[in-house]
């Protein structure tokens, strides 16, 4: 009994730390992604772009040897 109440303990404080983590990413990522969000429309008007495609799942079927990738564009605007 002592040791279920123990491990019920355990649980329980496993869970409040993975949503205080998660909660603690949330809160530090949000500013990041904003700012990023931001430099790609930068980017994106002032170069007269219809589309840039986030390409980080690599599901795009075709990529013309012309498509421009903007990345540096980016990491330019974000002064990194």
Do not use: C
Request: proline share 1%; no cysteine.
């Amino acid at each position: 009994r002592k040791l279920a109440r123990l491990y019920q303990n355990i649980e329980e404080f496993a869970v409040s730390a993975d949503n205080a983590l998660k909660k603690k990413q949330q809160e530090l990522l949000v500013p990041i992604m904003t700012k990023l969000d931001e430099a790609i429309k930068q980017v994106g008007e002032q170069n007269g772009f219809t589309y840039i495609i986030d390409n980080t799942a690599g599901i795009i079927a075709y990529k013309s040897s012309a498509a421009i990738d903007v990345s540096s564009m980016v990491r330019k605007v974000l002064g990194i």
